[in-house]
């Protein structure tokens, strides 16, 4: 197969509708950015990769980083971490409060919101503050993508810090509901942090190659989590990975994959590659437009849809 006349064709097809959709604005660090980039990577098992676009650029992940923190809080707790978040889909909004009311304080799946909020908890309750928290998140993610230059950014963070007050309200909710251990400020500082990662389609192909190995990295050998956890996560991906439009990825890109409000989508194709897009205007869920169009494209074009 020729990967890059693939991923040439998928960028010419995907060039005008790279004006549809709308940048995140509720960061609003995050409506800065230049709104028509597009980068797609590819990274092979035998370290070999592929590239169209701005594949370089870094972006704020967003809630990609919630897959590095929930292998993270598994790796450490292993089962007992669903006492306090579940494995189900929400069929809600990334950021929505009803449902966890009436389900009294306990998130749906590590990728909502409130889910990824209180797996932040449980690292908070194992590495204490919050700048130690984030340095074993951050080096966590240095170490699976084999890469030491991973930072944050810090406008995005005070952004969001400044404007987190949905973030805030779940915290609380879950304070109130005792399924928050550390100091609610404490937590969303953490989270936040770790949400404004930034990192480059490039990068994230390379970093999620383990979740397509069985928990390995294939090029380094090192194991991560057990082949367990990682077919677990790449089931929540699959059923939770896009909120309430995970079936609507499942139905047209069928992979599990992650997406993020900062327009960056991560994508695992089982025994073969992982794959990361990149186009910061979202469609009405939340996920990058562009971005889900082209791995529709993909998988189209390569069979390689895991259905
Ligand atoms: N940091 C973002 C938030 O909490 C993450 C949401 C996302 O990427 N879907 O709203």
């Given at each position: ?17 790279l004006k549809e959709g709308k940048v995140a604005d509720?960061i609003?660090?995050l409506a800065q950015v230049n709104p028509n980039q597009f980068a ?13 676009g701005c594949?370089?650029e870094?972006f704020s992940?967003q ?196 997406s993020g409000v900062g327009g960056g989508i ?11 897009v990149f186009s910061p205007r979202l469609n009405?869920?939340g996920n990058s437009l562009a971005g ?16």
């Amino acid at each position: 197969m020729n990967y890059q006349d693939i991923l040439n064709e998928i960028y010419q097809t995907i060039e005008p509708i790279l004006k549809e959709g709308k940048v995140a604005d509720y960061i609003p660090a995050l409506a800065q950015v230049n709104p028509n980039q597009f980068a797609m990577s590819i990274t092979l098992f035998d370290g070999s990769s592929y590239h169209i676009g701005c594949s370089d650029e870094n972006f704020s992940i967003q809630s990609i980083s919630k897959v590095f923190t929930f292998t993270k809080a598994l790796s450490i707790y292993s089962k007992e971490l669903y006492a306090r978040v579940g494995k189900e889909p929400s069929g809600n909004p990334f950021n929505s409060l009803v449902q966890l009311e009436y389900e009294l304080g306990i998130p749906r799946n590590p990728f909502i919101n409130a889910g990824a909020i209180v797996i932040t908890d449980t690292l908070l309750n194992k590495y204490k503050t919050v700048d130690e928290t984030y340095n074993e998140i951050s080096n966590f993610i240095k170490e699976i993508s084999d890469n030491v230059d991973i930072s944050f950014d810090k406008n995005v963070w005070f952004s969001e810090y400044k404007h987190g007050h949905r973030n805030m309200a779940l915290a609380n909710l879950m304070k109130s509901f005792n399924n928050l251990d550390n100091d609610v400020e404490e937590v969303v500082k953490t989270y936040f942090k770790h949400c404004s990662i930034t990192m480059s389609t490039k990068e994230l192909s390379r970093a999620m190659l383990f979740l397509a190995n069985n928990g390995i990295d294939p090029i380094t050998n090192k194991r991560f989590i057990t082949s367990s956890q990682a077919k677990r996560i790449n089931a929540v991906m699959l059923t939770c990975g896009h909120y309430d439009a995970s079936g609507d990825f499942a139905y047209h890109v069928g992979l599990p994959g992650k997406s993020g409000v900062g327009g960056g989508i991560v994508a695992i194709v089982p025994k073969v590659m992982s794959l990361a897009v990149f186009s910061p205007r979202l469609n009405n869920w939340g996920n990058s437009l562009a971005g889900t169009k082209a791995l529709e494209m993909f998988t189209t074009k390569t069979n390689l849809s895991i259905f």
